[in-house]
């Protein structure tokens, strides 16, 4: 016990880093805000999502966070795949929206149309934020419904529901004459 005592306060002393890394901070306070935002660009600074570290979550500070778009915008901007994560774990989508928010210093419906985005393919979104960053592209409003991509979203759900349904009925048509 002993020998255990001294080589943790060994470690302490060498390596002052260590001792500390796996206990949370007591003095550090909660939020540390500056006086003026760095970059803030749509928004008041006040409005953005905090992180609660005592309930472990992103809360919204301002009425204005609250829903942007609903589920059938979800599907406008993202496709099925988007929708299908959304409606299948709102905490989490929510959740991933507020960070996004909050870090991106952006509005509800930016950061809801890029995690839809995210959603839909996670590899074309990301190497676009990078070369977005890289300043090759300019930054795309993911949040923007775009009257052509909504038009084919539609066709295509349409399309695909019709002949999915289709393919059910003659199933089932085929299987009952048997």
Request: aromatic share 10%; net charge positive; proline share 6%.
């Amino acid at each position: 016990m002993i020998k255990l005592l001294s080589n943790t306060l060994l470690i302490s002393v060498l390596f002052p880093h260590y001792a500390t890394s796996f206990s949370p901070s007591v003095t550090a306070p909660r939020n540390i805000r500056p006086s003026t935002p760095l970059f803030a660009t749509k928004q008041n600074y006040e409005q953005y999502p905090e992180y609660d570290n005592i309930a472990q979550e992103w809360v919204i500070t301002s009425p204005d966070q609250e829903e942007s778009y609903g589920p059938i915008g979800s599907l406008l901007r993202g496709g099925p795949y988007s929708i299908i994560k959304r409606c299948v774990d709102p905490y989490i989508y929510d959740q991933s929206v507020l960070k996004y928010m909050a870090t991106d210093r952006c509005d509800r419906q930016e950061a809801q149309g890029n995690i839809d985005a995210f959603n839909r393919n996670p590899n074309d979104w990301t190497y676009r934020k990078l070369q977005e960053k890289a300043g090759k592209l300019k930054k795309k409003d993911f949040g923007k419904l775009e009257g052509q991509s909504a038009v084919l979203a539609v066709t295509w759900a349409i399309g695909v529901t019709g002949t999915l349904g289709y393919l059910a009925a003659e199933s089932a048509r085929i299987m009952e004459n048997r």
